[in-house]
């Protein structure tokens, strides 16, 4: 039997590592992972989307994405043909925005969000000395978080602000946690719920992913 490739996009910023426990049945599916470029000058999503599609190289395959991993494999899917298409922790539609988010398009606060901060972590691990929690958090931000790039940073918070996707693709598999603090659930239709899931589940809630990833892959 042909196995199924399944193509996983990391969220916004983040390193594959976030899918290191995520587990398919390798006699089922074959597991690719995709990465974060940098972008071009004043580029696209929609181009972003075709330059990230030719790293994709088996005919219709599974789109895994999270965050704004998944705002990208939906527009992979307008570039390719596609078996599935499954976001986690995402949005389907711009209309699907808490209202923070709406408020910065409107004010365009993208133009002033301090990307800077995040390229400078071991400078803020320096005073993270003598507070654990803070340091814990620190040690998973530089394991999971690869790209501090200032030029990727602003130009992925202005795209996902800036997304113009209306209305949803109703082919598009939404799994979302009930206690999203990034995209409160309220603002969401027609997803899958996942009990007590936070924005980080695809790493925290790994054995609900591997139990019910092969069964929603291959639902008909």
């Known amino acids: 039997m042909e196995k199924i490739p399944v193509y996983f996009m990391p969220g916004l910023a983040a390193s594959p590592v976030i899918f290191e426990n995520i587990k398919l049945p390798e006699d089922k599916f074959e597991m690719f992972f995709l990465e974060w470029l940098l972008p071009e000058a004043q580029e696209s999503l929609s181009h972003y989307a075709k330059r990230i599609s030719k790293n994709i190289v088996h005919k219709n395959p599974v789109l895994i994405g999270v965050s704004f991993g998944g705002v990208l494999v939906q527009e992979i899917a307008e570039v390719i043909p596609t078996r599935k298409v499954i976001i986690v922790s995402s949005v389907k539609c711009n209309a699907e925005f808490p209202r923070r988010m709406r408020f910065a398009k409107l ?12 390229e400078r972590v ?14 814990k958090r620190l040690r998973l931000y530089e ?11 602003d ?7 800036l997304w113009d996707r209306v209305a949803p693709n109703d082919n598009v598999v939404h799994i979302h946690g009930t206690a999203d603090g990034v995209f409160p ?10 009990q007590n899931g936070t924005h980080i589940m695809i790493i925290n809630k790994v054995k609900w992913f ?6 929603i892959i291959t639902a008909s």
């Open 185 to 194: 659930p309220q603002y969401l239709k027609d997803y899958i719920p996942l």
């Open 107 to 118: 004010v365009r606060a993208y133009n002033v969000f301090p990307t800077a901060l995040m």
């Open 210 to 215: 591997n139990e019910n990833l092969p069964k």
């Open 155 to 161: 130009w992925a918070f202005r795209t996902i602000i």
């Open 122 to 135: 071991d400078w803020l691990a320096r005073f993270a000395k003598g507070n654990s929690f803070i340091a």
């Open 143 to 153: 394991k999971f978080l690869s790209v501090r790039d200032k030029k990727y940073l």
